[in-house]
């Protein structure tokens, strides 16, 4: 990289926190007009060095020096680093439901006239920043009407009306659908035409390929170093190698399975939509799965998968209507989700931050949260065996942390989702059902989990997984079910399908038979 086209860089970048070095002498430099990516295991510290640079951790906090544009930036606040045209989007969107799109774009930095604000010069610039990026919507629409990729495209227009030079995006695709995922891209490849610098950190590799012009690697909090994608210098397994500090020469790890007679059997399960009177969220649902199997629900988004195993955790979605489920040849009928776990049912849901942790909580808490009758004793808490029990799953589970008196707030995204898998693994299910268990984590964490899950199966359970990722459903179970509009489309063996089948299988209504 010539200096002449630097537009950003950051030198010698070290910041601690108590009993953690998350940042070890970090360098690097972005390109003007470039689309930079940064990519690491969780917990490499790719979040705190955007935090850095960003001015949510602010100078004086951390150690070395930041130049943009040539000139050393010492921000003291988000608001110092935006003034230069720098904004991030951070994984977890900051808009406010209950406002309208126009009110969360211009949140803090109001459109006035005299005293009072110019709502209708806001409502006219908000709609030409959505037009900007492709969003055809009502600008007074309430944000919480919006789905998860409309919200992202109203941060992308609030970072517009602030004038953005350099944006910063962390994680922008996690939970998209692949539709969405594109239309996300192909809009940063329009601002990069635009002269607009992006930063995107991303665990989806292909994406990467796709869009960036550069990739910096880091690893344990460190810079492993800097790839020019177009110069023809990166592909994905030198991208993995860098990350993991090996090479992972298949993705999924090599199992050969025991299985045994079928432990779990859902039959003729029926559930109505929530808000929809008359919608069947699930229309028929049969299924089985065996001791020792790990089976795989495949569809689009809205195609009813999570709706299916959450009506059957407990009731916890929909009315249910009719239908019947059996575990290890018993009838069971659990009607909230204390009588599912003590069923033999845990449910890992896919939005961890809402449903799966309490932000608020230690990690040893959270561990023991599901499962707290079996460190009870005569109605106190064994605060020892609390202890004892986290510190095993930490272990087991290779989680990233100093401590498991730390919150679980602390942790990266994939550290949180081993400790929500933790928490079910303690209540010692017979069926475990896991919904996108390796959403927005990376690589190397996605194999570590992808071999607790077989360890799981090889202990005579039943494994459920619920996956938008089609290549890590073929490469991890033994069966797979197609799944649309809440109607079971096929069955496969997994060593006999491939992506092309399954696609076609979750866009028909027809019910294809088990091959």
Not at 294 to 323: I, K, N, P
Request: hydrophobic letters at 40%.
């Amino acid at each position: 990289m010539t200096n002449g086209h630097v537009l950003l860089e950051m030198v010698s970048i070290t910041k601690e926190f108590p009993g953690v070095r998350a940042l070890d002498d970090v360098t690097m430099q972005v390109r003007r007009g470039d689309i930079h990516a940064i990519c690491g295991e969780n917990g490499a510290g790719k979040s705190t060095l955007m935090k850095v640079l960003s001015g949510v951790y602010q100078h004086g906090t951390y150690d070395g020096h930041i130049l943009f544009e040539g000139r050393e930036m010492k921000f003291s606040s988000i608001r110092d680093s935006e003034e230069q045209g720098i904004v991030i989007i951070h994984q977890e969107l900051a808009l406010i439901p209950e406002l309208s799109v126009t009110e969360n774009i211009y949140l803090g930095s109001e459109v006035v006239r005299g005293l009072l604000i110019d709502w209708n010069t806001a409502r006219i610039q908000a709609m030409e920043l959505l037009a900007r990026v492709g969003l055809e919507i009502d600008p007074d629409t309430p944000v919480k009407n919006l789905g998860v990729g409309q919200q992202q495209l109203v941060e992308i227009a609030k970072a517009l009306s602030k004038n953005v030079r350099l944006l910063i995006l962390d994680e922008p695709t996690s939970a998209l659908n692949e539709d969405d995922s594109e239309n996300l891209l192909e809009l940063m490849r329009g601002l990069k035409a635009k002269g607009i610098t992006c930063i995107m950190i991303s665990h989806k590799l292909n994406e990467i390929a796709a869009v960036s012009d550069a990739v910096t690697v880091i690893r344990d909090g460190k810079t492993v170093d800097t790839y020019d994608v177009t110069a023809g210098q990166v592909d994905e397994d030198r991208i993995i190698k860098a990350m993991v500090g090996r090479s992972i020469e298949n993705r999924y790890p090599e199992h050969e399975p025991h299985i045994g007679e079928t432990l779990f059997e859902v039959s003729g399960w029926n559930v109505e939509h929530p808000n929809i009177p008359g919608k069947l969220a699930s229309c028929d649902a049969s299924f089985t799965v065996r001791r020792g199997e790990v089976v795989g629900f495949a569809g689009l988004m809205g195609a009813g998968r999570t709706e299916l195993m959450r009506s059957l955790f407990g009731r916890s979605y929909g009315t249910y209507l009719s239908g019947r489920m059996w575990l290890d040849g018993r009838e069971i009928n659990p009607t909230s989700v204390a009588e599912a776990i003590g069923d033999g049912l845990a449910y890992v849901t896919e939005d961890r931050k809402t449903l799966g942790l309490n932000l608020l909580d230690s990690i040893k808490s959270t561990i023991v949260s599901a499962n707290l009758k079996d460190i009870v004793s005569h109605g106190l808490l064994q605060l020892d065996k609390e202890a004892h029990v986290a510190e095993r799953y930490r272990t087991d589970l290779r989680i990233k942390t100093s401590s498991v008196d730390v919150g679980v707030a602390t942790l990266s995204g994939g550290n949180q989702q081993k400790v929500v898998l933790a928490k079910w693994m303690y209540t010692e299910p017979q069926v475990l059902i896991l919904d996108e268990p390796t959403r927005g984590i990376d690589v190397g964490a996605k194999y570590e989990i992808y071999k607790l899950i077989h360890a799981i199966a090889d202990q005579g359970k039943a494994v459920i997984v619920i996956s938008s990722e089609l290549p890590e459903l073929l490469g991890i179970t033994d069966r797979i079910y197609t799944i649309r509009e809440g109607k079971i489309t096929g069955e496969l063996a997994s060593r006999d399908a491939d992506q092309e089948t399954l696609m076609r299988r979750m866009t028909t209504t027809s019910t294809v038979p088990a091959d």
